[in-house]
């Protein structure tokens, strides 16, 4: 079994186990928006041309595609330069770095992260993007995330491992950590300079989290069972099935369901208000993951329910139109003015950063001052950091 691959590391350092444990993976339509969209990014750093790009995407997510604000993410890369002043940017650049030995290999700028077979004791993992600057000593790596908020760049054991392979793929003294979350087409930067003496004390833990894999792989090798450590890094974790604590979890789960009318009284004090409420997501994880598996195999199959029915993928298609393309037809069809008039108009920040040359800032002040701008207030709830 070769280690956890960097995106793996985060999950790895909390439970080293998951990195041993039998995977099972999965897909979900947040996760296939992702790819599409670290794909369409990917093409148009490389060609400059969201048309060809766009060509290459599935026709479901081409409007999240278009919606990205990616001169942002071009600015972000190059320092606000409208091209790279120095050094040499790679997309999906592939890396394996060894804990053990001063081994580490550059595997290219690789297509869908196909590694091949790396040795078993090598961390490998690819880069959204990096930048290299071999005279100054100095690098970068972005990695686009548009899913949930993940752990702070600077503790983020993905990006760590992502800046110490490339420090020592390309002999680097310092590298720029990015995290870039896309939110509706904008961006939002998460950022962090890492310097030699943290790359050095990275270095030291990822040993530490080899170790610990390979302590692990070794007594599950033995048919010792593992320990575990339940989280919210148990999420989407490809072991959940196969993990011990989760399943200890189901089997409580009846004993904790029969308690909880008899538990809403003594649930009044403020304390106990967190506690149930910390023990509920344990639960819900497990819940949400046997949901997720049922499903899965509804989309193979469909499942006879106790009254009767069944459980099936029900496909439910819906019509949309390419803007550009359709606006070509309409305009040779019925003119510009009627053509025009076909349009449902919308304005984003992704938009006006895209037409606004740099401007996009003082024109949106412009657009809130004349009061053109709509806040819509939603309510939601989030585990937040007491400072
Ligand atoms: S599901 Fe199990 S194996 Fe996976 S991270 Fe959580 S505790 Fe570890």
């Known amino acids: 079994m070769p280690l956890p691959t960097f995106s793996a590391l985060e999950r790895a350092r909390a439970c080293a186990a998951s990195a041993v444990l039998p995977k099972v993976g999965s897909s979900s339509s947040a996760a296939d928006r992702g790819s599409a969209m670290h794909l369409?990014?990917?093409?148009?750093?490389?060609?400059?041309?969201?048309?060809?790009?766009?060509l290459q995407i599935s026709a479901e997510f081409r409007d999240d595609c278009r919606a990205m604000d990616l001169e942002s993410l071009w600015a972000?890369?190059?320092?606000?330069?409208?091209?790279?002043?120095s050094g040499t940017l790679y997309?999906?650049?592939a890396l394996a770095w060894c804990p053990s030995a001063d081994d580490v290999r550059v595997l290219g700028e690789l297509k869908d992260r196909a590694y091949g077979d790396l040795p078993q004791t090598h961390f490998c993992g690819s880069l959204d993007?990096?930048?290299v600057d071999k005279p100054t000593g100095r690098g970068k790596v972005l990695d686009v995330k548009t899913g949930d908020k993940v752990t702070n760049v600077d503790d983020n054991g993905q990006l760590r491992a992502q800046a110490v392979s490339l420090a020592d793929a390309y002999g680097l003294e310092t590298v720029e950590m990015v995290v870039a979350y896309e939110r509706g087409g904008s961006w939002w930067f998460d950022r962090y300079t890492a310097d030699s003496m943290d790359l050095a004390m990275w270095a030291s833990d990822l040993r530490d989290s080899a170790r610990e894999v390979f302590a692990a792989e070794k007594k599950h090798a033995a048919g010792k069972t593992l320990n575990v450590s339940i989280g919210e890094h148990c999420r989407y974790c490809p072991a959940f099935a196969a993990c011990p604590g989760q399943q200890q979890l189901v089997q409580q789960m009846p004993v904790l369901l029969a308690k909880v009318p008899a538990d809403v009284d003594a649930l009044v004090p403020v304390e106990k208000l967190g506690q149930a409420y910390a023990e509920l997501q344990k639960y819900k994880r497990v819940i949400d993951a046997i949901e997720a598996e049922?499903?899965?195999r509804a989309k193979d199959e469909p499942i006879p329910l106790p009254g009767g029915g069944v459980l099936k993928e029900v496909l439910t298609s819906r019509e949309s139109f390419d803007t550009d393309a359709a606006l070509a037809v309409l305009t040779a069809e019925l003119g510009e003015k009627k053509a025009r008039q076909c349009l449902s108009v919308s304005v984003t920040k992704a938009s006006i950063s895209r037409g606004a040359n740099g401007e996009s800032k003082r024109i949106v002040d412009r657009l809130r001052e004349a009061g053109a701008i709509k806040v819509t207030t939603t309510a939601s709830f989030k585990e937040l950091k007491v400072k």
């Open 40 to 54: 369409y990014a990917a093409l148009y750093m490389k060609s400059a041309s969201e048309a060809s790009a766009l």
């Open 76 to 85: 972000e890369l190059t320092g606000g330069k409208a091209s790279l002043k």
């Open 91 to 93: 997309v999906e650049l």
């Open 129 to 131: 993007y990096a930048v």
């Open 294 to 296: 049922i499903k899965r």
